[in-house]
């Protein structure tokens, strides 16, 4: 362990933020590291870098160069390349790793849920008939669903697009979250909404579109989680601060 601990957290959710403020309050060294992809990420308590890292390589290099003593994985449970290169560099370069992995969602009664493995599986969800889906995916993965050009699509996006979306039919909405059950249920109402594809990313902050969709009786598409490999995890940023306490002995 080195002598000043200093720490990197790879963010881009709500939970990387509460972990961010935690250990800022703990007064640890931190710098919390976005992919980049928000224009207007919220202001945090530590240092923010704005990027990629070039890779396992370079983010190992980047974990060496910047003598980084604990290395937290607290991305979009979607972002499979990041968790792999996390591992990858934690373990050529022995910085202890720990990835903040919020539980999956599960079905209650009164969901109507599908269950896929992944995005061309959702796409053959939607079915032939035409819908007005609430793509509720964020923007990195829309060009498979232009194979089901028949749908109107709606799109909640944190930006505006700086580019033309793959899809014939959409609607934009854009707005930053969190959002809340009442407001989601008046979205999908206003626009005449029959079904949901949402990514299984778990935690509270975006899951008001489900209990929407149970109150309107929705279908819902529920995209699977990509395999990750294989990492200590915790539940929470009190479970992460837990973690760094006990290995700092403090």
């Not at 972990?19 to 207007?40: D, K, M, W």
């Not at 903040?100 to 009664?109: I, Q, T, V």
């Not at 819908?131 to 050009?149: K, N, S, W």
Request: aromatic letters at 4%; charged letters at 20%.
């Amino acid at each position: 362990m080195r002598d000043t601990p200093r720490l990197l957290i790879l963010g881009g959710t709500t939970e990387a933020s509460r972990l961010a403020a935690l250990v800022a309050g703990a007064g640890l060294s931190a710098v919390l590291s976005y992919a980049g992809r928000v224009e207007s990420p919220r202001a945090q308590p530590v240092p923010v870098r704005t990027g990629g890292f070039g890779g396992a390589e370079g983010l190992a290099g980047y974990l060496r160069t910047h003598r980084i003593s604990h290395l937290i994985d607290a991305t979009h449970p979607f972002a499979a390349q990041m968790s792999t290169n996390a591992a990858l560099a934690a373990q050529e370069t022995g910085v202890p790793l720990i990835r903040l992995e919020r539980p999956a969602w599960r079905p209650g009664p009164g969901d109507a849920w599908t269950p896929v493995p992944d995005i061309a599986e959702a796409v053959q969800a939607t079915g032939e008939t035409p819908r007005r889906i609430f793509l509720a995916i964020g923007r990195q993965h829309l060009a498979p669903f232009a194979a089901r050009p028949q749908h109107h699509y709606l799109l909640r996006l944190v930006d505006p697009p700086v580019s033309s979306l793959p899809l014939p039919q959409v609607t934009l909405e854009i707005a930053r979250g969190p959002f809340d059950t009442a407001s989601d249920r008046a979205l999908m109402q206003r626009h005449g909404i029959q079904m949901i594809v949402a990514k299984n990313a778990g935690g509270a902050g975006a899951s008001a579109k489900l209990t929407a969709a149970r109150d309107l009786g929705l279908p819902v598409v529920m995209i699977d989680r990509p395999r990750l490999p294989e990492a200590p995890t915790a539940a929470s940023p009190e479970d992460v601060l837990a973690w760094l306490h006990a290995d700092l002995g403090v």
